[in-house]
């Protein structure tokens, strides 16, 4: 971790020297343990600010269309890099402008996690080898980092940049072995009534903070949907039908373009389980269209573009609606 600090540090001084970028996004230390926070330099002097380490959870992609029109460097792991993409392929940002700092990454720590074993506030946190320890005032605790690494990391299957210009670190492998959507199929087994439920349970905890939006990379739209008075789709408050129809919408919004970082649930207060609906999209939209986004910077989202080949079978007749078919 120390020796892709150091060379982070190194090429943001380089670029920055070189007045080849006007900025560089990547992490600084926190002022909270656990955490690191994403942090903008300028300037060349400023770049031993930048750190790097199991605490790095932001997607860094989600600023950069907020920078648009500057030339910008920006650090990336496997899923910021696929977010990136997928911003370049709908038109958000220039290739030309986003020079990639990739990170292959081994997942960061839930730092949520973490907390709920030890019994008072922590103090300070560190990281070493494959280990994080944490302190309090009259407590210590070692705990191994892949024992709690995020659901998303665990899941990961592409944790090296898919497209980088300056590369620190060894490639992972692709984890194609990976059963990633069991949790999902887990899911689309349970009765209509049981999902519901679920459904209720998750989704009734929401405040609607819309803090998930704003951590996510592809909600860049100036007005959200759900800020729209006119026309006005939904209500403001906290009834199941209007959270049921921000989470769904959200969702469904994501579809062809979540990849699956898990910053929307991370960013959560009150930790709704938000990937369980952008997951079974993603599945939807694997299955149907052999598509996965991020990967390929020339392939359009599946939802703007059409092949005479796609799956038909979404398509009811009207005659049978049970909604039992196919896990709606
Ligand atoms: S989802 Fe993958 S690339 Fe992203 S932080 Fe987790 S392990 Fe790293
Ligand atoms: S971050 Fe959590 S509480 Fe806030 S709107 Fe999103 S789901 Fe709801
Ligand atoms: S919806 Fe969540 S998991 Fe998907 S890209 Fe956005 S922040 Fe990442």
């Known amino acids: 971790m120390q020796d892709v600090q150091r060379k982070i540090r190194e090429e943001a001084k380089k670029l920055l020297a070189a007045r080849s970028v006007d900025l560089i996004i990547g992490f600084e230390e926190a002022s909270l343990p656990l955490r690191a926070s994403p942090?903008?330099?300028?300037?060349?002097?400023?770049?031993?600010?930048?750190?790097?380490?199991?605490f790095c959870e932001n997607n860094l992609a989600t600023y950069l269309t907020k920078v648009a029109g500057r030339k910008v460097a920006v650090v990336a792991k496997g899923c910021d890099s696929r977010s990136i993409v997928a911003?370049?392929?709908?038109?958000?940002?220039?290739?030309?402008?986003?020079?990639?700092?990739?990170?292959?990454?081994q997942g960061m720590v839930d730092r949520r996690k973490i907390e709920k074993e030890v019994q008072?506030?922590?103090?300070?946190a560190g990281e070493k080898n494959d280990e994080v320890s944490v302190r309090g005032d009259d407590f210590e605790g070692v705990f191994k980092k892949e024992d709690y690494l995020y659901?998303?990391?665990?899941?990961?299957?592409?944790?090296?940049p898919v497209i980088s210009d300056i590369l620190i670190g060894e490639k992972i492998k692709e984890n194609t072995e990976l059963d990633?959507?069991?949790e999902t199929i887990e899911y689309e087994k349970k009765s209509i009534n049981e999902r519901r439920e679920y459904?209720?349970?998750?989704?009734?905890k929401c405040i609607r903070?819309?803090?998930?939006?704003?951590?996510c990379p592809m909600c860049y739209?100036?007005?959200?949907?759900?800020?729209?008075?006119?026309?006005?789709?939904?209500?403001?408050?906290?009834?199941?039908?209007?959270?049921?129809a921000w989470h769904i919408m959200r969702a469904y919004h994501q579809a062809g373009r979540c990849v699956d970082c898990g910053s929307c649930e991370r960013a959560c207060p009150m930790e709704v389980n938000l990937r369980f609906l952008t997951r079974k999209i993603n599945k939807e939209v694997k299955d149907y269209f052999d598509f996965e986004t991020g990967l390929d910077i020339k392939a359009p989202p599946p939802l703007t573009t059409f092949s005479p080949d796609d799956r038909q079978d979404f398509i009811h007749s009207g005659e049978e609606s049970t909604g039992e078919s196919r896990g709606d």
Not at 39 to 54: K, S, T
Not at 120 to 124: D, N, T
Not at 199 to 204: I, K, S, V
Request: aromatic share 10%; proline share 3%; with cysteine.
């Open 39 to 54: 942090v903008f330099i300028h300037n060349e002097d400023d770049v031993e600010a930048l750190v790097w380490n199991c």
């Open 87 to 105: 911003l370049i392929v709908e038109g958000q940002i220039k290739r030309e402008e986003i020079i990639v700092i990739g990170i292959p990454c």
């Open 120 to 124: 008072g506030e922590i103090l300070e």
């Open 151 to 160: 659901p998303s990391c665990r899941t990961c299957e592409y944790h090296s």
């Open 180 to 182: 990633e959507y069991a």
């Open 199 to 204: 459904f209720g349970r998750e989704m009734g």
């Open 209 to 215: 903070c819309y803090a998930c939006r704003q951590a």
């Open 221 to 244: 739209c100036e007005e959200c949907f759900v800020d729209n008075s006119y026309p006005k789709w939904i209500e403001k408050g906290l009834d199941l039908s209007d959270l049921a």
